[in-house]
Nanobody, 124 residues
Framework: QVRLVESGGGLVQAGGSLRLSCAAS????????MGWFRQAPGNERQFVAT????????YYADSVKGRFAISRDNAKRTVYLEMNSLKPEDTAVYYC?????????????????WGQGTQVTVSS
């Protein structure tokens, strides 16, 4: 099992930036990819971005392309989500997740372990 702890959420004005971090521990050698999802009140948890652990291949939801950037530091076993040009509709709880095998990485079902989430609120 991989344990994940997110940090970096908060309140920011529209147009501002935040950087989320997700630190992994436990069986990190098993990680194939790490992703970020978000869930706004009353909505389903949605894919935001993902990065494969070895190759560093990235995928993004259309709604965040060009504004968000995912990266990882293998030595620190940490993945980051740099969020720029934030909009009120980006407001949500952001969850980090680890996939331990190949799968369709834009789907929640591809991920085996999840963090507790961190709140991001963008004011207009």
């Amino acid at each position: 099992q991989v344990r994940l702890v997110e940090s970096g959420g908060g309140l920011v004005q529209a147009g501002g930036s935040l950087r989320l971090s997700c630190a992994a521990s436990g069986r990190t050698a098993s990680i194939y990819a790490m992703g970020w999802f978000r869930q706004a009140p009353g909505n389903e948890r949605q894919f935001v971005a993902t990065i494969t652990w070895n190759a560093g291949t990235t995928y993004y939801a259309d709604s965040v392309k060009g504004r968000f950037a995912i990266s990882r530091d293998n030595a620190k076993r940490t993945v980051y989500l740099e969020m720029n040009s934030l909009k009120p509709e980006d407001t949500a709880v952001y969850y980090c997740a680890a996939a331990l095998r190949w799968g369709t990485l834009t789907f929640r079902s591809a991920y085996d372990n999840w963090g507790q989430g961190t709140q991001v609120t963008v004011s207009s």
